[in-house]
């Protein structure tokens, strides 16, 4: 009698450590919303991860900055976000997000070619260029592109490079009228083999010819 109510009382300790377990994984997972000027890339990827799940992202970094936290040194962004073709206006047209700082293009004709394509900034601004937000990710991130959700919030996704795998990663950045930008990262939870992306095109000006050679 005693065996049956050990083995009972380890039975739920165990239930209840598997409810705790997966409380924990939903508190940190989130379903991520794609808006339509994201789905060539969903559609890429989905062309490499066939059971892609928008739901299957853990939220693996999230901090809270001002614009003004920013020193820029010798970094001149006014002059580095220098390519409209790469402005994302928001809806009200007061804020701008540039998803290629550090790319340096060329003109060829009537089209650009990409001249230097090093590890990717991520530029906030509002219009008249006076106020600045730049997220710098290590070098490993590449940002194939953004969007903006709503007047507040814009989505970048790209991947990440780690022990020769990619991490499929989407960022949020959500601004407020006092200038305060709240960052949040998630990872996709299964990484992917460098070589699989080398059968797909996820950056934005990859999939333009309209506009790029």
């Not at 379903?31 to 490499?48: A, H």
């Not at 230097?116 to 937000?133: E, G, P, R």
């Not at 930008?181 to 934005?204: A, G, H, P, R």
Request: glycine letters at 4%; one cysteine or more.
């Amino acid at each position: 009698m005693l065996g049956r109510r050990s083995a009972r009382g380890k039975m739920k300790k165990n239930i209840v450590m598997l409810v705790i377990l997966i409380l924990i994984i939903s508190a940190y997972s989130e379903e991520i919303y794609f808006p339509p000027e994201l789905n060539y890339w969903v559609d890429s990827i989905i062309g490499i991860v066939k059971d892609f799940d928008r739901t299957k992202f853990n939220l693996e970094d999230q901090w809270i900055t001002n614009f003004s936290d920013f020193d820029f040194h010798d970094i001149a962004p006014e002059k580095e976000a220098k390519y409209p073709i790469f402005y994302r206006w928001n809806y009200s047209g007061n804020w701008i997000a540039y998803p290629f700082g550090m790319i340096e293009l060329r003109k060829e004709g009537k089209k650009y070619s990409v001249a230097k394509d090093q590890h990717t900034w991520f530029y906030l601004f509002n219009k008249d260029k006076s106020d600045w937000f730049i997220d710098m990710p290590n070098e490993n991130v590449q940002i194939d592109t953004c969007a903006w959700l709503n007047d507040n919030t814009v989505i970048a996704v790209g991947t990440e490079e780690e022990n020769k795998k990619n991490n499929i990663v989407v960022i949020y950045y959500y601004v407020t009228d006092d200038y305060e930008v709240t960052v949040k990262k998630y990872i996709y939870e299964k990484q992917i083999k460098v070589s699989m992306f080398q059968e797909i095109k996820l950056k934005w000006y990859e999939n333009r010819k309209d506009y790029f050679w």
